[in-house]
């Protein structure tokens, strides 16, 4: 028995860190197969990360983009879980390091994704919310109702402005969703709501370092996706980059600055590094590690990296694949089946990557979807981008609470998970940086 309570077996371990995408697509193709796996995550539950923004606007609960990880793979004969916060690979001793003790692997797969990239500025990851786990969500849902509440004690005009006031940097999928579900709440649901509050001083912000949203789409989805949220009320900054926040007023690099309680840092990830994996000569930019076409981690033969972590240089992708669901979800089932080749003794197949398109969805009847083939926005996008979200969520019951959700959402103009459960106490900002670790 390992220190974590795992029988020891004839077959090789492999031991998966992180059960997002990338590990649980690869942990479902191997677990029936002759290999012993053990996946370690620091949470029971796989995040599905896409839908986050709807968890910050009250859209839907917490838990219906959450899935038991053990759930996942329960019946799957050599499949083991364990709670685990990885602290360190001795890659001497073949070892991984957790906070529950260690465990010894024969091949070990790093898949621990990625965390919010503040480009080394402290004020704004002190006093800015990011939006990349659940409790930040729920920290970031609380912090917008709480703000509504305020604005309706205080008589001092210019603080209850800045209440209302939001600002999102960054002009990827994450800060145009969140900027078009806040802009349908100022519409539809806070003139109900605080109808003794002068509502229609909220604004939100979407600012932009370049000159124009959404970079990775087409410019056809870009300059759509910018129309829709003007329509919605949206301020839509571009060619601004935000120099600093201290909790009150955001500088920019020209003359723009705001005023706001409220800033949501969605402009930048980079990967989770994990301590012993973490040369210099294996890092590529955004702390990505690099990996050859079998996900081999460089200078490696028994150590992969798969997802957001992972670097795999290749003609189409010269800066690595889009740290996006998709490549993990292809590279996790690719990984799956070469390992097994490699376990038998055969060649492994380098990855190729299926770009099936991208899309981003603005509100209500509005998304953008680039497909290799076709693009087109509107209401059918919008329908797309629900199907192709509901797909992937895993779990039965999610998609069924999602899909009703929506449904109610759509037909009440509504959304009532508008709750503060926790609250987000403002006096604890000099703890904030803390809190985005969850
Ligand atoms: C707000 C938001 C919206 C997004 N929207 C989209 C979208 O619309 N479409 C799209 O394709 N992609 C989207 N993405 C990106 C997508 O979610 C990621 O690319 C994807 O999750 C990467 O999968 P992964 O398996 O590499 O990592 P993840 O899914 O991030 O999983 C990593 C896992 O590793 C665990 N972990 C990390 N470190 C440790 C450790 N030290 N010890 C133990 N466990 C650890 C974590 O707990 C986590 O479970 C979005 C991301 C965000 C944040």
């Not at 220190?3 to 077996?9: A, D, H, V």
């Not at 790093?110 to 919310?129: D, H, L, P, R």
């Not at 209401?379 to 629900?386: E, G, I, P, R």
């Amino acid at each position: 028995m390992s220190s974590m309570n795992i029988p020891q077996s004839s077959f090789p371990r492999v031991i998966i860190i992180g059960g997002g995408f990338g590990g649980i697509a690869l942990a479902k193709k191997l677990s029936k197969k002759e290999a012993q796996v053990v996946l370690l995550d620091k949470h029971n539950y796989h995040n599905f990360q896409p839908l986050l923004y709807q968890v910050s606007t009250g859209g839907l609960e917490p838990d219906s983009i959450a899935y038991p990880i053990r759930k996942v793979l329960q019946g799957y004969p050599n499949f083991y879980f364990r709670l685990a916060n990885v602290l360190e690979i001795d890659t001497q001793g073949k070892r991984v390091l957790t906070n529950i003790g260690d465990i010894r692997y024969d091949y070990l797969v790093v898949a621990t994704g990625s965390e919010t990239n503040y480009f080394g500025n402290k004020g704004i990851q002190t006093m800015g919310m990011a939006m990349k786990t659940i409790p930040q969500s729920l920290n970031l849902r609380s912090l917008i109702l709480e703000n509504f509440e305020q604005a309706l004690l205080t008589d001092d005009l210019h603080e209850r402005d800045a209440l209302m006031n939001f600002v999102i940097v960054g002009g990827g999928p994450t800060g145009v969703e969140l900027a078009g579900a806040l802009a349908e709440i100022k519409k539809g649901i806070l003139p109900k709501d605080y109808p003794d509050l002068d509502t229609r001083r909220a604004q939100i912000n979407l600012v932009q370092s370049g000159d124009r949203l959404l970079p990775a789409m087409s410019d056809v989805a870009s300059r759509k996706a910018e129309r829709f949220l003007e329509g919605l009320g949206v301020n839509v900054w571009k060619n601004i980059r935000v120099a600093d926040y201290d909790g009150k007023c955001v500088t920019t690099n020209t003359d723009t600055v705001f005023e706001t309680a409220t800033l949501v840092w969605a402009a930048g990830v980079q990967a989770v590094g994990i301590k012993g994996l973490d040369a210099k000569e294996i890092l590529a930019r955004g702390n990505r590690l690099k990996v050859n076409h079998f996900h081999q981690v460089e200078g490696f033969e028994e150590i992969f990296a798969i997802g957001d972590v992972a670097q795999m240089q290749t003609d189409a992708f010269p800066e690595g694949h889009p740290m996006m669901a998709q490549p993990a979800i292809q590279q996790g089932r690719s990984l799956g089946e070469n390992m097994v080749r490699l376990i038998d003794g055969k060649p492994m197949k380098p990855f190729v990557y299926k770009d099936k398109g991208s899309m981003a969805t603005v509100g209500r009847n509005k998304a953008v979807v680039d497909l290799p083939r076709f693009k087109f926005q509107g209401v059918f996008a919008w329908f797309v981008w629900m199907f192709v979200h509901l797909y992937f969520l895993i779990g039965f019951r999610n998609r069924v609470v999602v899909f009703i959700n929506w449904v109610y959402n759509y037909i009440r103009f509504d959304r009532e998970a508008r709750l503060i459960i926790r609250p987000f106490k403002k006096q604890n900002q000099a703890d904030r940086s803390k809190l985005m670790q969850d």
